[in-house]
C-alpha cells in the first residue's frame, strides 16, 4: 500500500510541522555549542557571532554555568517566591555588587519583554501616572504592553486599535523628547544603545538631558538594558557610557548565561511594589538564580567586560579599515556593532554562514555583530575576514539610500 502520509524525519521537517509561524527562520539546526563555536546537526562549526540573540557572553554551555546549572538542578529547582531562597538571596547580593549603589529593589522574571512589562507596573505604581513615551527604532519585545513601547510597526499592525498608546519620538532628538513628555508621562522607556534598531548608540548629551527631563517633569527613566547591559557595550551597563543613573532598568538575554531570566530593577527611594500588583510562578527560581551568579562572577572574574571594551575597540577600528564600497558606516559600543551596508544584509548574512559566520541583521541594511565577550583576536580576525568575502560576494547590492 502507498503510504501518502509525508515523511516528517528531519529536525527541519518536524519544526516546520509544529512551529508557531512566527519566526523567520534559518535553514541551520544548531546541535552543539562550545565557548565562540556552534556546531550543525551535519557537524559543520561556526563562529557564532549572534551568541544566540545576545544571550551568550561568557560563549556556550560555559562550564561554570554548567556546573551551577548541574548542582542546583539536583539540590532545588522550584521555589516560588511566596518563600525565602538562598540562592535568589545570593542572586541580590551579586546583582547590587555590580549595580550603582542606590539600586536594590528588583523584581526577577522570565524574559525581556517580561521585564519590560515589569517596569511599566513599577513606573506606574510609582508615579500613579498613565503615559509612555519611546523611541522611534526602540524594541522593547513583543507582550501586548512591550509591543507597545516597540516602535518598529510591523509587530504591532495585526494588532491596530489594540495595542497601549505610546507616544514615538525620534532617538537622539532632545526636541521631539521635549515636547513629547507631559504631565501624565509615567515613564520615558529607551536603550541607551539600540540594538534591534540598527545598533545606534544614544549620544552622551541626549541621555544626559532625557534624564533632567524626566527628573524635572516627574517621570521615571526606565532604561532597556536587556540587550546592551551586562558587559556587552565594554561597561557594566550602556548607560554609564553617559554617566547617568535612570530610576529603572530592565536586565534579560544574558543575565542568566541562556538560562531565560529577566530582571527589574529600580532606586530603592521609589520603595516597594504594593502586594500582589505584580507576580510570577518562575521569578526568581533557583535554577536560574543559580545560572545567574555564575554568570556575573564569571562576568567579573575574568573580567569581561573590560575586554569587551578592548576587542569591540579592535574590531571597529578593523572594519573602519577595511572601508568596503558597501559599507555606508560602523557604529558600535564594545561588543556590541553594526556595519551599515548600502545594500540589504540578507545575502550578506547568508554568504557568512555559508563562510562559517553566524551574523544577525537589525533592520533591513545593518549587519549587526554580538560575539560572546569571551571571543579571541583571531576568532574575531576570521570574522572580519569572513565579512569582507561575504560584502564582494555581494558586491551587486543596490543601494537601498
Ligand atoms: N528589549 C531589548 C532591547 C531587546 O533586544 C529584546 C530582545 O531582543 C527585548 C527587549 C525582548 O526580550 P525577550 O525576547 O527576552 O522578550
Known amino acids: 500500500m502507498i503510504n501518502l502520509e509525508p515523511t516528517i524525519n528531519s529536525i527541519t521537517d518536524i519544526e516546520d510541522a509544529h512551529t508557531s509561524g512566527v519566526y523567520p527562520k534559518r535553514p541551520l539546526a544548531l546541535v552543539r555549542g562550545e565557548g565562540v563555536y556552534a556546531w550543525d546537526d551535519e557537524g559543520n562549526r561556526y563562529i ?11 560563549g556556550h554551555s560555559h562550564p561554570n554555568v554548567a556546573a551551577a546549572v548541574a548542582e542546583q538542578a539536583q539540590t532545588l529547582i522550584s521555589c516560588p517566591e511566596i518563600f525565602y531562597n538562598d540562592r ?13 549603589d542606590e539600586f536594590t529593589r528588583f523584581f526577577l522574571c522570565n524574559s525581556g519583554a517580561e521585564a519590560n512589562e515589569g517596569a511599566l507596573k513599577v513606573a506606574r505604581l510609582m508615579t500613579k501616572r498613565a503615559g509612555v513615551v519611546s523611541a522611534m527604532r526602540g524594541f522593547h519585545g513583543r507582550t501586548m504592553g512591550a509591543v507597545s513601547m516597540t516602535w518598529n510597526p510591523k509587530y504591532r499592525k495585526a494588532f491596530a486599535g489594540w495595542t497601549m498608546d505610546v507616544t514615538h519620538v525620534p532617538y ?20 541607551a544603545v539600540q540594538g534591534e534598531g540598527g545598533v545606534n548608540p544614544g549620544t552622551v548629551e541626549y541621555l544626559q538631558r532625557v534624564r533632567d527631563l524626566c527628573t524635572e517633569r516627574g517621570a521615571l527613566l526606565i532604561i532597556d538594558e536587556i540587550q546592551a547591559g ?3 557595550t565594554g561597561k557594566w551597563f550602556a548607560f554609564q557610557h553617559a554617566g547617568i543613573r535612570p530610576d529603572v532598568i530592565a536586565l534579560g538575554k544574558g543575565i542568566a548565561g541562556g538560562v531565560p531570566m529577566g530582571a527589574v530593577v529600580w532606586r530603592s527611594e521609589l520603595g516597594q511594589m504594593p502586594g500582589g500588583s505584580h507576580g510570577s510562578t518562575f521569578g526568581g527560581n533557583p535554577l536560574a538564580s543559580a545560572a545567574a551568579i555564575a554568570t556575573l562572577r564569571t ?5 569581561l567586560v573590560e575586554r569587551s571594551a578592548e576587542m569591540g575597540a579592535w574590531l571597529v577600528e578593523q572594519l573602519e579599515a577595511m572601508s568596503h564600497d558597501y559599507v555606508r558606516e560602523v557604529r558600535g559600543r564594545g561588543l556590541m556593532v553594526g556595519l551599515e551596508l548600502r545594500g540589504r544584509v540578507t545575502p550578506v548574512l547568508k554568504s557568512l554562514q555559508d563562510k562559517g559566520v553566524l551574523a ?7 549587519l549587526r555583530l554580538l560575539p560572546p565577550l569571551t571571543i579571541t583576536q583571531e576568532q574575531l580576525a576570521v570574522v572580519i575576514d569572513a565579512i569582507r568575502e561575504a ?8 543601494d537601498e539610500s
Do not use: F, H, W
Open 299 to 303: 562576568l567579573r572574574d575574568e573580567n
Open 88 to 100: 535568589r538571596a545570593e542572586l541580590y547580593t551579586e546583582l547590587t555588587s555590580i549595580l550603582p
Open 172 to 191: 537622539n532628538n532632545i526636541e521631539k523628547m521635549e515636547a513629547a513628555i507631559t504631565e501624565d508621562t509615567a515613564a520615558v522607556v529607551i536603550e
Open 230 to 232: 551586562l558587559g556587552r
Open 48 to 58: 557564532d557571532a549572534t551568541a544566540g540573540q545576545g544571550v551568550a557572553l561568557l
Open 391 to 398: 560584502l564582494d560576494e555581494n558586491n551587486d547590492i543596490t
Open 360 to 366: 544577525l541583521p537589525a533592520g533591513n541594511t545593518v
